[in-house]
Protein backbone atom coordinates (compact mmCIF):
# COMPACT_ATOMS: atom_id res chain seq x y z
CA UNK A 1 0.00 0.00 0.00
CA UNK A 2 2.80 2.54 0.62
CA UNK A 3 4.69 1.94 -2.36
CA UNK A 4 1.64 1.93 -4.58
CA UNK A 5 0.97 5.85 -2.50
CA UNK A 6 4.51 6.83 -3.17
CA UNK A 7 4.25 5.47 -6.95
CA UNK A 8 1.19 8.07 -7.45
CA UNK A 9 3.81 11.31 -6.59
CA UNK A 10 5.59 10.04 -9.28
CA UNK A 11 5.68 11.44 -13.04
CA UNK A 12 4.37 9.32 -15.93
CA UNK A 13 4.09 11.36 -18.63
CA UNK A 14 6.92 13.47 -18.72
CA UNK A 15 10.67 12.56 -17.67
CA UNK A 16 13.46 14.58 -15.56
CA UNK A 17 14.71 15.70 -19.10
CA UNK A 18 11.44 17.12 -20.15
CA UNK A 19 12.60 20.18 -17.95
CA UNK A 20 9.81 22.55 -16.26
CA UNK A 21 6.57 20.26 -17.48
CA UNK A 22 8.44 17.38 -15.62
CA UNK A 23 8.40 19.22 -12.62
CA UNK A 24 4.82 20.48 -13.07
CA UNK A 25 3.45 17.36 -13.09
CA UNK A 26 4.81 16.42 -9.86
CA UNK A 27 3.15 19.23 -8.13
CA UNK A 28 -0.03 17.99 -9.84
CA UNK A 29 0.15 14.22 -9.02
CA UNK A 30 1.20 15.36 -5.22
CA UNK A 31 -1.86 18.15 -5.24
CA UNK A 32 -4.13 15.31 -6.27
CA UNK A 33 -2.46 12.46 -4.29
CA UNK A 34 -2.42 14.46 -0.82
CA UNK A 35 -5.75 16.29 -1.40
CA UNK A 36 -7.20 12.68 -2.32
CA UNK A 37 -5.63 10.87 0.64
CA UNK A 38 -5.97 13.31 3.55
CA UNK A 39 -8.76 15.07 2.48
CA UNK A 40 -11.14 12.02 3.06
CA UNK A 41 -11.41 13.06 6.84
CA UNK A 42 -11.57 17.10 5.78
CA UNK A 43 -14.08 15.71 3.27
CA UNK A 44 -16.47 13.52 6.05
CA UNK A 45 -15.92 16.34 8.30
CA UNK A 46 -17.11 18.46 6.13
CA UNK A 47 -20.44 16.33 4.91
CA UNK A 48 -21.10 16.33 8.67
CA UNK A 49 -21.30 20.18 9.25
CA UNK A 50 -23.48 20.39 6.03
CA UNK A 51 -26.20 18.23 6.87
CA UNK A 52 -26.12 20.02 10.18
CA UNK A 53 -26.69 23.05 9.46
CA UNK A 54 -29.28 21.96 6.00
CA UNK A 55 -26.77 23.46 3.67
CA UNK A 56 -27.34 20.43 1.26
CA UNK A 57 -26.43 22.44 -1.52
CA UNK A 58 -22.42 22.57 -0.23
CA UNK A 59 -22.90 18.78 0.64
CA UNK A 60 -23.67 18.24 -3.34
CA UNK A 61 -20.65 20.61 -4.56
CA UNK A 62 -18.12 19.05 -2.24
CA UNK A 63 -19.07 15.37 -2.83
CA UNK A 64 -18.85 15.82 -6.75
CA UNK A 65 -15.54 17.92 -6.15
CA UNK A 66 -13.92 15.38 -3.97
CA UNK A 67 -15.36 12.57 -6.30
CA UNK A 68 -13.61 14.35 -9.31
CA UNK A 69 -10.21 14.58 -7.32
CA UNK A 70 -10.59 10.33 -6.72
CA UNK A 71 -11.26 9.98 -9.85
CA UNK A 72 -8.23 12.08 -11.37
CA UNK A 73 -6.17 10.31 -8.95
CA UNK A 74 -6.92 6.95 -9.87
CA UNK A 75 -8.49 6.47 -13.45
CA UNK A 76 -5.61 9.00 -14.47
CA UNK A 77 -7.59 9.63 -17.77
CA UNK A 78 -6.27 12.68 -19.71
CA UNK A 79 -3.20 14.44 -20.58
CA UNK A 80 -1.33 16.78 -18.26
CA UNK A 81 -2.80 20.19 -19.69
CA UNK A 82 -6.38 18.76 -19.43
CA UNK A 83 -5.48 17.29 -15.73
CA UNK A 84 -4.68 20.86 -15.07
CA UNK A 85 -7.47 22.17 -16.23
CA UNK A 86 -9.67 20.00 -14.33
CA UNK A 87 -7.79 20.72 -10.70
CA UNK A 88 -8.14 24.27 -11.13
CA UNK A 89 -11.88 23.95 -11.59
CA UNK A 90 -11.93 22.55 -8.05
CA UNK A 91 -10.96 25.61 -6.20
CA UNK A 92 -12.34 27.96 -8.81
CA UNK A 93 -16.08 25.96 -8.03
CA UNK A 94 -15.83 25.77 -4.72
CA UNK A 95 -14.81 28.81 -3.91
CA UNK A 96 -17.71 30.62 -6.32
CA UNK A 97 -20.30 28.56 -4.66
CA UNK A 98 -19.36 28.65 -1.01
CA UNK A 99 -18.78 32.72 -1.34
CA UNK A 100 -22.42 33.34 -2.60
CA UNK A 101 -23.98 30.73 -0.22
CA UNK A 102 -22.46 30.65 2.73
CA UNK A 103 -20.86 34.65 2.33
CA UNK A 104 -18.29 35.89 5.31
CA UNK A 105 -19.16 32.55 7.19
CA UNK A 106 -17.45 30.20 4.01
CA UNK A 107 -13.93 29.92 3.20
CA UNK A 108 -14.18 30.96 -0.24
CA UNK A 109 -11.91 33.49 -0.78
CA UNK A 110 -9.36 31.48 0.79
CA UNK A 111 -10.20 28.91 -2.31
CA UNK A 112 -10.03 31.64 -4.41
CA UNK A 113 -6.72 32.90 -3.56
CA UNK A 114 -5.60 29.22 -3.98
CA UNK A 115 -6.97 28.89 -7.37
CA UNK A 116 -5.01 32.02 -8.92
CA UNK A 117 -1.30 30.35 -7.00
CA UNK A 118 -2.25 27.20 -8.50
CA UNK A 119 -2.78 28.65 -12.31
CA UNK A 120 0.72 30.50 -11.92
CA UNK A 121 2.25 27.10 -10.40
CA UNK A 122 0.71 24.90 -13.40
CA UNK A 123 0.27 27.14 -16.01
CA UNK A 124 3.40 29.91 -15.63
CA UNK A 125 2.79 33.38 -15.81
CA UNK A 126 -0.17 33.40 -18.89
CA UNK A 127 -1.64 30.88 -15.73
CA UNK A 128 -1.77 34.00 -13.53
CA UNK A 129 -2.59 36.44 -15.54
CA UNK A 130 -5.60 34.91 -16.50
CA UNK A 131 -6.42 33.59 -12.77
CA UNK A 132 -6.00 37.58 -11.96
CA UNK A 133 -8.73 38.36 -14.98
CA UNK A 134 -11.05 35.50 -13.57
CA UNK A 135 -10.91 36.47 -9.97
CA UNK A 136 -11.62 40.59 -10.63
CA UNK A 137 -14.42 39.70 -13.13
CA UNK A 138 -16.15 37.47 -10.32
CA UNK A 139 -15.52 39.67 -7.97
CA UNK A 140 -17.26 42.44 -10.03
CA UNK A 141 -20.13 40.37 -10.35
CA UNK A 142 -21.04 39.82 -6.97
CA UNK A 143 -20.47 43.23 -6.75
CA UNK A 144 -23.21 44.08 -9.21
CA UNK A 145 -24.90 41.42 -7.48
CA UNK A 146 -25.05 43.06 -3.78
CA UNK A 147 -25.39 46.55 -5.46
CA UNK A 148 -28.82 44.93 -7.47
CA UNK A 149 -30.25 42.61 -4.93
CA UNK A 150 -29.99 39.90 -7.00
CA UNK A 151 -28.61 37.75 -4.03
CA UNK A 152 -31.60 37.56 -1.18
CA UNK A 153 -32.12 33.87 -0.91
CA UNK A 154 -27.86 33.57 0.08
CA UNK A 155 -25.89 34.64 2.79
CA UNK A 156 -23.48 36.71 0.42
CA UNK A 157 -26.29 39.43 1.28
CA UNK A 158 -24.18 39.93 5.17
CA UNK A 159 -22.04 41.87 3.11
CA UNK A 160 -22.41 44.86 2.00
CA UNK A 161 -21.60 46.50 -1.29
CA UNK A 162 -18.78 48.28 -0.17
CA UNK A 163 -17.65 45.80 2.21
CA UNK A 164 -17.51 43.02 -0.35
CA UNK A 165 -15.18 45.81 -2.77
CA UNK A 166 -12.63 46.06 0.18
CA UNK A 167 -12.38 42.19 0.84
CA UNK A 168 -12.11 41.47 -3.07
CA UNK A 169 -9.62 44.49 -3.43
CA UNK A 170 -7.44 42.56 -0.42
CA UNK A 171 -7.74 39.21 -1.95
CA UNK A 172 -7.11 40.08 -5.65
CA UNK A 173 -3.94 42.50 -3.89
CA UNK A 174 -2.87 39.20 -1.75
CA UNK A 175 -3.40 37.03 -5.44
CA UNK A 176 -1.20 39.17 -7.19
CA UNK A 177 1.63 39.60 -4.84
CA UNK A 178 2.15 35.64 -4.51
CA UNK A 179 1.22 34.43 -7.77
CA UNK A 180 2.91 37.01 -10.39
CA UNK A 181 6.74 36.44 -8.65
CA UNK A 182 5.76 32.67 -8.23
CA UNK A 183 4.98 32.50 -11.58
CA UNK A 184 8.60 34.84 -12.67
CA UNK A 185 10.60 32.80 -10.61
CA UNK A 186 9.20 29.80 -12.56
CA UNK A 187 9.48 30.92 -15.66
CA UNK A 188 13.03 32.05 -14.96
CA UNK A 189 14.20 28.44 -13.33
CA UNK A 190 12.43 27.05 -16.86
CA UNK A 191 14.33 29.39 -18.78
CA UNK A 192 17.37 27.93 -16.90
CA UNK A 193 16.61 24.18 -17.18
CA UNK A 194 16.14 24.90 -21.22
CA UNK A 195 19.89 26.71 -21.22
CA UNK A 196 21.31 24.06 -19.63
CA UNK A 197 19.34 21.37 -21.47
CA UNK A 198 20.72 23.28 -24.12
CA UNK A 199 24.29 23.19 -22.91
CA UNK A 200 24.09 19.52 -22.22
CA UNK A 201 23.22 18.57 -26.29
CA UNK A 202 26.25 21.23 -26.83
CA UNK A 203 28.63 19.26 -24.50
CA UNK A 204 27.42 15.82 -25.46
CA UNK A 205 28.00 16.89 -28.88
CA UNK A 206 31.82 18.25 -27.86
CA UNK A 207 32.42 14.61 -26.57
CA UNK A 208 30.95 13.07 -29.41
CA UNK A 209 33.03 14.96 -32.06
CA UNK A 210 36.42 14.38 -29.56
CA UNK A 211 35.35 10.82 -29.24
CA UNK A 212 35.53 10.72 -33.13
CA UNK A 213 38.70 12.90 -33.53
CA UNK A 214 40.58 10.91 -30.64
CA UNK A 215 39.29 7.60 -33.29
CA UNK A 216 40.39 9.38 -36.37
CA UNK A 217 43.57 10.13 -34.64
CA UNK A 218 44.56 6.71 -33.77
CA UNK A 219 43.66 5.21 -37.15
CA UNK A 220 45.67 8.59 -38.53
CA UNK A 221 48.52 7.12 -35.98
CA UNK A 222 48.24 3.79 -37.27
CA UNK A 223 47.96 4.48 -41.14
CA UNK A 224 51.18 6.24 -40.30
CA UNK A 225 52.92 3.10 -38.43
CA UNK A 226 51.73 0.97 -41.51
CA UNK A 227 52.85 3.59 -43.81
CA UNK A 228 56.61 3.65 -42.33
CA UNK A 229 56.89 0.10 -42.44
CA UNK A 230 55.55 -0.97 -45.85
CA UNK A 231 57.65 2.39 -46.98
CA UNK A 232 60.58 0.76 -44.87
CA UNK A 233 60.83 -2.55 -47.54
CA UNK A 234 58.69 -1.19 -50.36
CA UNK A 235 61.12 1.56 -51.01
CA UNK A 236 64.21 0.01 -49.58
CA UNK A 237 64.09 -3.11 -51.79
CA UNK A 238 63.83 -1.27 -55.34
CA UNK A 239 66.59 1.17 -54.43
CA UNK A 240 68.66 -1.69 -53.63
CA UNK A 241 68.55 -3.46 -57.00
CA UNK A 242 69.16 0.04 -58.65
CA UNK A 243 72.17 0.65 -56.49
CA UNK A 244 73.32 -2.90 -56.33
CA UNK A 245 73.09 -2.72 -60.04
CA UNK A 246 73.78 0.21 -61.45
CA UNK A 247 77.48 -0.15 -59.68
CA UNK A 248 77.84 -3.69 -61.67
CA UNK A 249 77.09 -1.72 -64.99
CA UNK A 250 79.09 0.90 -63.82
CA UNK A 251 82.40 -1.26 -62.78
CA UNK A 252 82.21 -3.34 -66.06
CA UNK A 253 81.35 -6.22 -63.83
CA UNK A 254 78.85 -8.44 -66.44
CA UNK A 255 79.94 -10.99 -68.70
CA UNK A 256 78.48 -9.91 -71.96
CA UNK A 257 75.92 -7.82 -73.84
CA UNK A 258 73.13 -9.96 -72.39
CA UNK A 259 73.45 -9.77 -68.96
CA UNK A 260 74.29 -6.05 -69.48
CA UNK A 261 71.02 -5.47 -70.74
CA UNK A 262 69.42 -8.09 -68.16
CA UNK A 263 70.72 -5.49 -65.60
CA UNK A 264 70.14 -2.80 -67.35
CA UNK A 265 65.94 -3.64 -67.59
CA UNK A 266 65.91 -4.84 -64.33
CA UNK A 267 67.15 -1.59 -63.02
CA UNK A 268 64.40 0.14 -65.09
CA UNK A 269 61.77 -2.38 -63.85
CA UNK A 270 62.68 -1.19 -60.31
CA UNK A 271 62.70 2.38 -60.87
CA UNK A 272 59.00 2.19 -62.66
CA UNK A 273 58.26 -0.01 -59.48
CA UNK A 274 59.76 3.07 -57.37
CA UNK A 275 58.01 5.83 -59.38
CA UNK A 276 54.67 4.01 -58.91
CA UNK A 277 55.09 4.10 -55.35
CA UNK A 278 55.45 7.61 -54.72
CA UNK A 279 52.59 8.25 -57.31
CA UNK A 280 50.76 6.36 -54.59
CA UNK A 281 52.05 7.75 -52.04
CA UNK A 282 50.97 11.57 -53.76
CA UNK A 283 48.26 10.56 -54.51
CA UNK A 284 46.76 9.04 -51.36
CA UNK A 285 47.94 12.56 -49.74
CA UNK A 286 46.23 14.56 -52.62
CA UNK A 287 42.80 12.53 -52.32
CA UNK A 288 42.79 13.30 -48.25
CA UNK A 289 43.45 16.97 -48.60
CA UNK A 290 40.90 17.50 -51.35
CA UNK A 291 43.16 18.49 -54.14
CA UNK A 292 43.34 15.22 -56.58
CA UNK A 293 42.09 16.63 -59.54
CA UNK A 294 40.29 15.13 -62.07
CA UNK A 295 39.68 16.52 -66.31
CA UNK A 296 36.73 15.48 -67.99
CA UNK A 297 36.66 15.06 -71.08
CA UNK A 298 35.15 12.93 -74.09
CA UNK A 299 37.07 9.55 -74.06
CA UNK A 300 36.67 6.78 -77.06
CA UNK A 301 36.22 3.17 -75.14
CA UNK A 302 37.70 1.05 -77.99
CA UNK A 303 40.95 3.54 -78.36
CA UNK A 304 41.57 3.59 -74.21
CA UNK A 305 41.21 -0.63 -74.18
CA UNK A 306 43.27 -1.07 -77.10
CA UNK A 307 46.10 1.28 -75.33
CA UNK A 308 45.44 -0.83 -71.92
CA UNK A 309 46.17 -3.88 -74.43
CA UNK A 310 49.40 -2.71 -75.85
CA UNK A 311 50.42 -2.35 -72.07
CA UNK A 312 49.50 -6.30 -71.22
CA UNK A 313 50.26 -7.64 -74.43
CA UNK A 314 53.79 -9.09 -73.01
CA UNK A 315 53.32 -9.96 -69.01
CA UNK A 316 56.21 -10.92 -66.80
CA UNK A 317 54.59 -14.07 -65.59
CA UNK A 318 54.41 -16.57 -68.88
CA UNK A 319 51.76 -18.63 -67.34
CA UNK A 320 49.15 -16.33 -67.03
CA UNK A 321 47.29 -14.46 -69.79
CA UNK A 322 45.35 -11.81 -70.04
CA UNK A 323 42.41 -11.29 -72.38
CA UNK A 324 39.64 -8.32 -73.06
CA UNK A 325 36.52 -9.16 -74.16
CA UNK A 326 34.32 -6.51 -75.80
CA UNK A 327 30.44 -6.59 -76.19
CA UNK A 328 28.73 -6.67 -80.41
CA UNK A 329 27.01 -3.13 -78.77
CA UNK A 330 30.32 -1.31 -78.63
CA UNK A 331 32.24 0.24 -81.60
CA UNK A 332 34.44 3.00 -82.85
CA UNK A 333 31.83 5.72 -82.57
CA UNK A 334 31.29 5.01 -78.91
CA UNK A 335 32.12 7.54 -76.38
CA UNK A 336 32.05 8.46 -72.35
CA UNK A 337 32.67 11.55 -70.38
CA UNK A 338 35.08 10.65 -67.78
CA UNK A 339 38.78 11.43 -67.04
CA UNK A 340 40.94 9.20 -69.31
CA UNK A 341 44.08 9.41 -67.36
CA UNK A 342 42.38 8.66 -63.79
CA UNK A 343 40.01 5.80 -65.52
CA UNK A 344 42.91 4.19 -66.98
CA UNK A 345 44.71 4.37 -64.00
CA UNK A 346 41.75 2.48 -61.75
CA UNK A 347 41.60 0.19 -64.38
CA UNK A 348 45.54 -0.72 -64.13
CA UNK A 349 45.46 -1.30 -60.52
CA UNK A 350 43.23 -3.34 -60.50
CA UNK A 351 44.40 -5.75 -63.34
CA UNK A 352 47.77 -5.57 -61.66
CA UNK A 353 46.10 -6.56 -58.57
CA UNK A 354 44.40 -9.79 -60.40
CA UNK A 355 48.03 -10.32 -61.73
CA UNK A 356 49.81 -10.37 -58.27
CA UNK A 357 47.57 -12.84 -56.59
CA UNK A 358 47.46 -14.78 -60.06
CA UNK A 359 50.25 -17.36 -60.40
CA UNK A 360 49.06 -18.99 -63.40
CA UNK A 361 45.73 -19.24 -64.90
CA UNK A 362 43.47 -16.54 -67.27
CA UNK A 363 42.92 -12.92 -66.03
CA UNK A 364 39.07 -11.34 -68.22
CA UNK A 365 38.69 -7.97 -68.60
CA UNK A 366 35.33 -7.14 -69.56
CA UNK A 367 33.83 -4.39 -71.38
CA UNK A 368 30.04 -4.10 -72.53
CA UNK A 369 27.45 -1.43 -72.93
CA UNK A 370 24.42 -2.25 -70.93
CA UNK A 371 21.41 0.20 -70.55
CA UNK A 372 23.68 2.95 -71.38
CA UNK A 373 26.26 2.49 -69.27
CA UNK A 374 29.71 0.88 -69.42
CA UNK A 375 30.35 -1.86 -67.27
CA UNK A 376 33.96 -2.91 -66.63
CA UNK A 377 34.47 -6.25 -64.94
CA UNK A 378 37.83 -7.89 -64.02
CA UNK A 379 38.11 -11.40 -63.13
CA UNK A 380 40.85 -13.71 -62.83
CA UNK A 381 41.12 -17.78 -61.93
CA UNK A 382 43.62 -16.60 -59.20
CA UNK A 383 43.40 -17.68 -55.56
CA UNK A 384 41.01 -15.35 -54.52
CA UNK A 385 39.95 -13.44 -51.26
CA UNK A 386 38.60 -15.00 -48.55
CA UNK A 387 35.16 -13.74 -46.82
CA UNK A 388 36.59 -12.76 -43.81
CA UNK A 389 39.14 -10.08 -45.62
CA UNK A 390 36.23 -8.68 -47.40
CA UNK A 391 35.25 -5.71 -45.40
CA UNK A 392 39.31 -4.63 -45.28
CA UNK A 393 40.37 -4.99 -49.24
CA UNK A 394 39.81 -1.15 -49.42
CA UNK A 395 41.35 0.03 -46.32
CA UNK A 396 44.95 1.73 -46.77
CA UNK A 397 48.30 -0.05 -46.68
CA UNK A 398 46.37 -3.21 -46.24
CA UNK A 399 48.16 -6.15 -47.93
CA UNK A 400 45.94 -9.31 -47.63
CA UNK A 401 47.75 -12.64 -46.12
CA UNK A 402 47.37 -15.51 -49.00
CA UNK A 403 48.73 -18.83 -48.34
CA UNK A 404 50.67 -17.49 -45.53
CA UNK A 405 52.22 -15.26 -47.93
CA UNK A 406 52.01 -11.65 -48.03
CA UNK A 407 52.75 -10.14 -51.27
CA UNK A 408 54.58 -6.94 -52.21
CA UNK A 409 52.98 -3.50 -52.45
CA UNK A 410 51.95 -0.35 -50.88
CA UNK A 411 48.57 -1.65 -49.81
CA UNK A 412 47.27 1.59 -51.33
CA UNK A 413 46.07 0.60 -54.99
CA UNK A 414 42.42 -0.47 -54.58
CA UNK A 415 42.17 2.43 -51.84
CA UNK A 416 43.50 4.76 -54.21
CA UNK A 417 40.98 3.01 -57.34
CA UNK A 418 37.79 3.11 -54.54
CA UNK A 419 38.46 6.81 -53.53
CA UNK A 420 38.31 7.75 -57.69
CA UNK A 421 35.95 5.91 -59.36
CA UNK A 422 33.21 7.06 -55.94
CA UNK A 423 34.29 10.45 -56.35
CA UNK A 424 34.69 11.17 -60.36
CA UNK A 425 34.23 8.42 -62.29
CA UNK A 426 31.02 7.40 -60.79
CA UNK A 427 28.38 9.10 -63.69
CA UNK A 428 25.93 7.86 -65.56
CA UNK A 429 28.00 6.95 -68.30
CA UNK A 430 30.28 4.23 -66.01
CA UNK A 431 28.72 1.53 -64.22
CA UNK A 432 30.34 0.32 -60.81
CA UNK A 433 29.79 -2.69 -58.64
CA UNK A 434 32.05 -4.55 -55.98
CA UNK A 435 31.79 -8.28 -55.75
CA UNK A 436 34.46 -10.61 -54.08
CA UNK A 437 34.18 -14.27 -54.43
CA UNK A 438 36.78 -16.99 -53.57
CA UNK A 439 38.11 -17.93 -57.12
CA UNK A 440 36.75 -14.92 -59.04
CA UNK A 441 37.90 -11.14 -58.50
CA UNK A 442 34.93 -8.93 -60.21
CA UNK A 443 35.48 -5.32 -60.00
CA UNK A 444 33.71 -2.60 -61.73
Known amino acids: MKNWIVKSFEAREFQL ?60 PFKLKIKIYLLLAVPLMVGSTLIIILGPKGAGFNYYIGFVILTSILLGLKGAIWG ?48 LPLSVILKALSDYILRHQILELELSDKI ?113 SIVFNSSESIDESLIILTDETRLKQVLINLINNAIKYTDEGVIEVDYQLINQQILFQIKDTGIGIDSNDLDHIFDRFVKIEVEDQIKDGTGLGLAISKSIIESNLKNPCILMSYNFQKKYFPII
Open 208 to 320: TQLNNAKIESEKANELKTKFLANMSHEVRTPLNVIMGFSEIVQADMYRNKVERNHLLETINQNGHYLLNIIENVLDISMIESGQFKYKISQVGVLPLMDELKQVYKITNKDKV
Open 132 to 179: LIIHTLYSTFIALGLHFNLFNDWLITQYTTMDWITLAINAIAISSVTS
Open 17 to 76: QDGIEYWREKVYRNIVTIISVLGLPCYLIGMYMAFTHEVYSVAIIDTFVYGMLVYLWLAD
